[in-house]
């Protein structure tokens, strides 16, 4: 129960993440990549906006893909738990480069 307890955590602050991305007035360029500096943006807020949304629907697939964890933990349904996150984080991966940054790199 801890754990999953502590995925809905890592969850929901991916989600808070993304909701703060959304609204942010910030001038600069949201990073998404660690430790990564960002990229020249042509238009700051759309680009603010759109990882924003990215990182709250990976933060609700997230969420999601921690259920089977309320079977136990060592429930052979962990397995989709893990396998599913990998296949999320490689999907968002490709959502940012083709789509988004494609979209906003001057």
């Not at 129960?1 to 909701?19: H, S, V």
């Not at 969420?63 to 429930?75: C, D, E, I, T």
Request: overall charge positive.
């Amino acid at each position: 129960m801890l754990g999953f307890i502590i995925w809905m955590l890592a969850g929901g602050i991916m989600i808070f993440y993304g909701i703060y991305g959304c609204f942010s007035k910030r001038k600069t360029a949201s990073g998404f990549w660690a430790n990564a500096k960002t990229f020249e943006v042509n238009d700051v807020k759309g680009y603010n906006r759109a990882v924003g949304i990215l990182w709250c629907i990976f933060g609700v697939v997230f969420l999601l893909l921690g259920l089977p964890l309320l079977a136990g933990q060592n429930s052979t349904y962990a397995i989709i738990s893990i396998f599913g996150v990998m296949a999320e984080s490689v999907g968002a991966m490709v959502v940012y480069t083709v789509v988004i940054e494609k979209k906003y790199r001057r």
